[in-house]
């Protein structure tokens, strides 16, 4: 690639399940890519032959990756990630080209402040307070309406969030989450210290994908969650689409998060959004700006015609997004992890993938590895995608799949600091 080629520059996380999805939709349509990432040493070209940097260091990242496009022709940024969003959009608003502000950015990986901005602009979300952990806990409790949720603030998919529905639960819980928190080391003092309280809405929760145009912001799909998420945890475990709401009610899900983008200052690129819908309305519980997380954007492509990553490439480059919805219904299953142990095998796999309509079944945790279930844990044992006629069929063969398989799990023994041997939970 000649520095005159226009390209794609992707900054991509160690690990990332989304680079190679980019660097595919990105050959479909001849659009040249540059891949930013940790992967100096990766047998792997796109990494090997990108741009090499350390993300531990942002504002180290942030130079060296300028330093080393300053003779290319970069025409758009894109993140893979989460951990890369706020990077990406401080590169892109430098080089003057479509972008986030940072802060609105930073503002929707805090759920703290991103509660706060939506309370301030009347954006409808749950009832919430901050908890100080380095602070007497009980007397932050006065009022408390039960049920409620405490959640940290920095954290994704659904760790340390859990459901109490008395004090003594509550206080159980807090401790629960202080110790999640004390042993991760990559948090910041604040994300530490405090704490979401916030009250617990009953009812159908949805996730969102959408792309914002400069601030206008268009429905991708919408997720259905057949499952009662209620509690005390909240693992993600089926993803329908299309969804079953009724148009009216897309509309109100529409109006709610766009009104939620305009409040956070988001004008450009792919959000993803969590939703609860009752009697009260829609309330939001998040918004990323960020694709979905996982292997579950390979949904989009029934819903839509085109990759999720395809999408955010066209919209990247400036591209109308033409979209295609297939015929038919489709569904993933992020199979949860059961219990705490040692996963020894996987048994019904050939079972569960005769089953009609079932398309893939993909384990990611290999055998010999330590399962962490939720809250503390913040992976999932894998994936079932299936594809049919009508969403129906499509949740009973991802439920029939999950009922083949059986996971074969061994105990973990570890010791204490006093030399004790205890039972790992």
């Not at 912001?217 to 057949?226: E, Q, R, S, V, W």
Request: aromatic share 6%; glycine share 6%; net charge negative.
């Amino acid at each position: 690639m000649s520095a005159s080629t226009p390209s794609v520059l992707i900054i991509a996380p160690h690990g990332s399940y989304r680079t190679f999805s980019f660097i595919h939709a990105a050959q479909q349509h001849s659009i040249n890519t540059l891949i930013a990432s940790e992967g100096k040493h990766s047998i792997v070209s796109a990494y090997a032959e990108g741009i090499h940097v350390d993300f531990s260091d942002e504002a180290r990242a942030y130079q060296d990756i300028l330093v080393a496009i300053a003779d290319k022709q970069i025409v758009s940024v894109i993140a893979t990630d989460d951990m890369t969003t706020e990077l990406a959009a401080r590169i892109a608003r430098t080089l003057k080209l479509p972008h986030n502000d940072p802060a609105a950015v930073h503002l929707t990986r805090r759920k703290d402040r991103a509660r706060d901005c939506l309370q301030k602009h009347g954006v409808n979300k749950p009832e919430h307070r901050h908890l100080d952990l380095h602070a007497e806990i009980t007397a932050q409790l006065n009022n408390v309406n039960y049920p409620v949720v405490i959640k940290p603030i920095a954290l994704s998919a659904s760790r340390g969030v859990i459901r109490a529905d008395d004090e003594g639960t509550l206080l159980a819980s807090i401790d629960r989450v202080r110790a999640l928190l004390a042993s991760l080391t990559d948090l910041s003092d604040d994300e530490r210290r405090y704490l979401l309280l916030e009250e617990y809405i009953p009812g159908a929760e949805i996730a969102v994908e959408g792309m914002l145009s400069e601030g206008q912001l268009a429905i991708l799909t919408i997720f259905d969650k057949p499952d009662p998420l209620e509690g005390p945890f909240f693992e993600e475990t089926y993803y329908i689409t299309p969804t079953g709401l009724a148009a009216e009610k897309q509309n109100q899900v529409r109006a709610v998060l766009q009104a939620a983008c305009e409040a956070y200052g988001l004008q450009e690129g792919p959000i993803h959004a969590e939703c609860r819908l009752n009697e009260r309305g829609v309330f939001v519980l998040e918004v990323a700006a960020r694709t979905i997380g996982g292997m579950c954007g390979r949904l989009l492509s029934f819903g839509t015609g085109h990759s999720l990553e395809e999408l955010v490439l066209l919209h990247a480059m400036g591209k109308e997004l033409n979209l295609n919805p297939t015929q038919g219904a489709a569904g993933v299953l992020m199979i949860p992890i059961p219990k705490a142990g040692m996963l020894k095998r996987v048994e019904g796999l050939l079972q569960a993938q005769r089953i009609p309509f079932i398309e893939e079944i993909n384990i990611q945790i290999r055998e010999g590895h330590e399962l962490i279930p939720l809250p503390e844990g913040s992976s999932y044992l894998g994936f079932i995608f299936a594809k049919a006629p009508d969403t129906q069929q499509a949740e009973q063969a991802l439920r029939e799949a999950h009922r083949q398989l059986e996971f074969i799990i061994s105990p973990v023994w570890k010791l204490t600091q006093g030399n004790q041997v205890c039972l790992a939970q």
